[in-house]
């Protein structure tokens, strides 16, 4: 949609298109009062592009957002051993910055 939640956000990458990063950490109680609770990061990642706020959660988000650069996309990945599930942020950012690289 057209907006995003009010809320803080990073902004990870401003050019033609705009990176963000919504960080939160959740807590997860113990079932039982001799179990620890334990803390997660999780991060959200939304990109704006044409006057619209896509969110990104795995590759083909990003192939979908850039449809006409696909195999451009693929074929920077592979040379430079991109790999979203251990890196996501990492791999995001680059694949934007080398997009908007394309359309300078």
């Known amino acids: 949609n057209n907006t995003l939640p009010e809320d803080i ?4 990458f401003d050019g033609a298109i705009k990176l963000y990063a919504k ?6 109680r113990g079932l039982h009062a ?3 609770d334990s803390f997660s990061s999780r991060t959200a990642f939304f990109l704006f592009k044409d006057k619209t ?5 795995r590759e083909k988000d990003l ?20 790999d979203f599930k251990r890196e996501p942020e990492s791999f995001i950012l ?3 910055m080398y997009w908007s690289g394309l359309k300078q």
């Not at 960080?23 to 997860?28: A, D, E, F, G, T």
């Not at 706020?53 to 959660?57: D, R």
């Open 63 to 82: 192939l979908d957002i850039f449809r006409n650069d696909r195999q451009q996309l693929k074929a920077f990945w592979k040379e430079n051993k991109l």
């Open 9 to 12: 956000y990073d902004l990870l």
């Open 23 to 28: 960080r939160s950490k959740v807590i997860s």
């Open 94 to 96: 680059k694949t934007v």
């Open 53 to 57: 706020y896509y969110p990104v959660s």
């Open 34 to 36: 001799a179990d620890r």
